[in-house]
């Protein structure tokens, strides 16, 4: 059986390949954190950068993403840095989950060179509001938007219930002038 997000496949990477911003609203458990970083991976043939807001998620995420795979967690595909621990090849691991707050930290100390090799970076939950994930995201739109070496990166925020107006808005500077985000809603329960 599909998950609902893989029933939207088409349509979703249709908005990331048109958009430098991809806005995607879902109902919790309709697949967006496990499958959505693999769509990804697979259609723009780069690294993901997957962001969790919390420890317990990120390492369940990219469990669930390494098992249904068939890859070993840690490996060359998939693999999570929490706090002091990671298990992954951070300058070679395909799809990493990080949480917020290694997310903001390498941007603290590595700048756009953190996110140079990456062609996608997810944004999962960003209606969880904390100064890890505030910070971390008007930090990615600030580099975004100056740093030449991020000027075909792609950016995906996902949510069950964020607030579509706002974030469009915020990450406006990153859009061709006068466009908005592309906006993807998963189910009938989801508005854009």
Not at 30 to 43: A, D, E, F, Y
Not at 126 to 141: F, I, T
Not at 173 to 180: I, M, N, S, T, Y
């Amino acid at each position: 059986m599909l998950l609902p997000v893989q029933q939207h496949a088409a349509r979703i990477l249709d908005q990331v390949d048109g958009n430098r911003v991809t806005i995607i609203i879902g109902a919790t458990g309709c697949g967006k954190s496990t499958q959505i970083p693999k769509m990804l991976r697979g259609h723009l043939k780069g690294r993901v950068l997957c962001v969790q807001p919390r420890r317990m998620a990120t390492v369940a995420v990219a469990s669930r993403v390494a098992e249904e795979l068939c890859e070993p967690l840690g490996g060359l595909v998939v693999g999570y840095h929490i706090g002091a621990a990671c298990l992954a090849f951070i300058n070679r691991t395909e799809i990493l989950f990080v949480t917020a707050g290694i997310f903001l930290e390498q941007l603290k100390s590595h700048g756009a060179a953190a996110l140079a090799s990456f062609a996608a970076v997810v944004i999962d939950e960003v209606h969880e509001r904390s100064c890890e994930n505030d910070l971390g995201l008007a930090c990615l739109v600030q580099l975004a938007s100056s740093a030449k070496e991020l000027r075909s990166l792609r950016i995906v925020l996902m949510s069950a219930t964020a607030a579509v107006p706002r974030y469009s808005e915020f990450m406006r500077p990153l859009c061709e002038q006068g466009q908005v985000p592309g906006q993807v809603a998963l189910g009938e329960s989801a508005v854009v």
